[in-house]
T-cell receptor, first 110, second 117 residues
Framework: RKEVEQDPGPFNVPEGATVAFNCTYS??????FFWYRQDCRKEPKLLMS???SGNEDGRFTAQLNRASQYISLLIRDSKLSDSATYLC???????????FGKGTMLLVSP | GAVVSQHPSRVICKSGTSVKIECRSL??????MFWYRQFPKQSLMLMAT?????????EQGVEKDKFLINHASLTLSTLTVTSAHPEDSSFYIC?????????????FGPGTRLTVL
């Protein structure tokens, strides 16, 4: 089983739609969780950290379910500029390395 | 936010040549830097952890003699792809957490796209 699994998509949605991405991780000892955004041929950029209580940043909501080892990202009122690949990222302990999922591609159309 | 630069942004070279990629933290010190590789439609894969003043730690399956890492200062790490071959063509990205801060965020460089002919 891969360490971090995501549906590669693409998810094709119209502007204004709500879309949700899911991610599962295999290491139950994982401690930190993130969503990164990567535009085509660019470096990843941190979108948001994911906390156990769930957290929201504007149109973006992240949830963590430790029991099911599952992370989600919800995007409301999609914008054209949201088109990108969304990477689920896990850190296992302390200052250790990050493990990236392959990413889920989102395409928002007019 | 913190800035990490990479140079060059793009390089095309002939098979058998060596290519050096630089990763710099511009406004912070980084005792640790990470080197990743990303093939098309694949996830970022960690290649090695670069440690200032000591040897790099390589991930399983990454040849340390082929991918030479030098972290000579608190703001610079270099990755040299020796005797590059077409299968080494990839997007190489470095990242760095701000040293001494209990922060979760790593700052990524803009990446270097390597094409080996």
């Amino acid at each position: 089983r891969k360490e971090v699994e995501q549906d590669p998509g693409p998810f094709n949605v119209p502007e204004g739609a709500t879309v949700a991405f899911n991610c599962t991780y295999s290491n139950s000892a994982s401690q930190s969780f993130f969503w990164y955004r990567q535009d085509c041929r660019k470096e990843p950029k941190l979108l948001m950290s994911v906390y156990s209580s769930g957290n929201e940043d504007g149109r973006f909501t992240a949830q963590l379910n430790r029991a099911s080892q599952y992370i989600s990202l919800l995007i409301r009122d999609s914008k054209l500029s949201d088109s990108a690949t969304y990477l689920c990222v896990v850190r296992n302990s302390g200052y250790s390395t990050l493990t990236f999922g392959k990413g889920t591609m989102l395409l928002v159309s007019p | 936010g913190a800035v990490v630069s990479q140079h060059p942004s793009r390089v095309i070279c002939k098979s058998g040549t060596s290519v050096k990629i630089e990763c710099r933290s511009l406004d912070f010190q980084a005792t640790t830097m990470f080197w990743y590789r990303q093939f098309p439609k694949q996830s970022l894969m960690l290649m090695a952890t670069s440690n200032e003043g000591s040897k790099a730690t390589y991930e399983q399956g990454v040849e340390k003699d082929k991918f030479l890492i030098n972290h000579a200062s608190l703001t610079l790490s270099t990755l040299t792809v020796t005797s590059a071959h077409p299968e080494d063509s990839s997007f190489y990205i470095c990242s760095a957490p701000i040293s001494g801060r209990a922060t979760d965020e790593q700052f990524f460089g803009p990446g270097t796209r390597l094409t080996v002919l």
